[in-house]
């Protein structure tokens, strides 16, 4: 094996398979990078059982073959090297990194013992990368990160024809998205529950052109579901097993009605929440009051450091006070588009569902946050 490539282009593939090995492999070799040059060109592998990474590149190859390395060394070395083209070689039961006056010399680990990479099944449709990566983005929000309860740390996909429907929660917490996209067949029906961080890196990977997606027939943890699309110097492609488990009926929380809502201008209050929160104890709560066409912001306590700020609010409805986790309600807000935000809510006690408020002749907004209320300290 022996090839040519450009320093960027190889240090960008080999960062993006080598970001899915596992910290703490169960084999030796699950922590190697599978290089292989032929006539597909030059393909960088990745795969831990669970989910795998395949990066194609453009490359001078001189001579063809297969070697595995240790994944985050090589990725690593390529990251410090000259800005000058990098030449690989196999060489007996090592692989030379030649670039410009700089060597390596890397170990190679048994290619044979290296488990098969899973095809990519059937593909289901293609979305925009741009609009893929956004929504995804905005739905991992509120995706739990508590490996106890493993079911929540997923988004649910949900297809239904052209509209896909992206779902997560932590309990505290809820987000829906939608967008269109292109499926294979126009009746497209199906649901997987893909986990929320591969999602979220996959999505933000893929940057040029559609995204194709590609969903097995089991929608439970034996289903396979794949991307591929366009990354810098080639196509690139994960596949990743689906969690096991039902995922919460989380729609139903979202409620029908709206007893009290209001309309206020994000940036302004994305600072205001960032401000009184730093006065906030640990774990409690930021209180918010709305009334006469102000929001109240208040945290900290009479023993303590506190904090005061209004903004101005279209406020219709009854008055209301509650409270909530400032960094929840960061995270919803900072993942909004728009330059005003609704807040409805049917009682204090209830959650609040938040979206963007969007023009009158356009589409109401395809992102919305539920967020539970804290427990407000007397």
């Known amino acids: 094996m022996k090839f040519r490539v450009d320093r960027d282009v ?29 006539a597909d060109g030059l393909v960088l592998s990745t795969f831990d059982y669970e989910t795998s990474a395949r990066a194609t590149l453009e490359a001078d190859i001189s001579d063809e073959g297969t070697a595995l390395v240790s994944g985050r060394l090589l990725a690593d070395i390529c990251r410090a090297l000259p800005a000058k083209p990098v030449e690989l070689a196999l060489d007996g039961a090592r692989v030379a990194v030649t670039c410009g006056s700089t060597r390596f010399s890397l170990q ?44 929540l740390t997923g988004v649910r996909l949900e297809i239904e024809g052209d509209n896909i429907a992206l779902l997560a929660t932590d309990r505290f917490r809820l987000s829906q998205r939608e967008l269109t996209w292109r499926p294979s067949t126009p009746d497209a029906s199906m649901a997987a ?7 979220g890196d996959t999505a933000k990977s893929l940057t040029g052109g ?30 990743t097993r689906l969690l096991d488990g039902e995922f919460p009926k ?9 007893l009290t809502t209001a309309k206020i201008e994000r940036k302004s209050l994305i600072e205001s929440v960032k401000r009184v929160a730093l006065v906030a104890e640990r774990n409690s709560a930021v209180r918010l009051a709305f009334a006469d066409g102000v929001l109240t912001l208040d945290a900290g306590s009479d023993d303590e450091a506190q904090a005061s700020e209004g903004v101005p609010a279209q406020i219709d409805g009854d008055d209301l006070v509650t409270g909530f986790n400032p960094q929840f309600l960061l995270d919803g807000l900072n993942a909004m588009d728009e330059a005003e935000v609704e807040l409805a ?9 938040i979206s963007g408020v969007t023009d009158a002749d356009s589409d ?15």
């Open 108 to 151: 190679t680990m048994p290619v044979e013992d290296y488990p098969s990479i899973p095809d990519m099944p059937a593909a289901s449709g293609v979305v925009s990368s741009e609009d893929f990566a956004h929504a995804v983005a905005q739905a991992v929000t509120a995706a739990g990160r508590d490996d106890m309860l493993p079911v």
């Open 10 to 38: 190889l240090a960008d593939a080999v960062a993006w398979a080598a970001r899915s090995l596992p910290v703490r492999p169960s084999a030796p070799v699950l922590a190697g990078l599978l290089i292989e040059a032929g």
């Open 250 to 258: 989380v729609r139903s929380l979202f409620p029908n009605e709206k």
């Open 210 to 239: 559609d995204v194709t997606i590609a969903l097995s027939a089991s929608g439970s943890g034996d289903g396979l579901i794949g991307f591929e699309g366009q990354g810098p110097g080639g196509v690139r492609r994960t596949t």
């Open 345 to 353: 809510f049917t009682q204090p006690a209830k959650p609040v569902v």
């Open 364 to 378: 109401a907004a395809s992102f919305r946050y539920l967020l539970m209320p804290r427990r407000l300290l007397s």
């Open 193 to 199: 529950l893909v986990p929320a961080k591969v999602l």
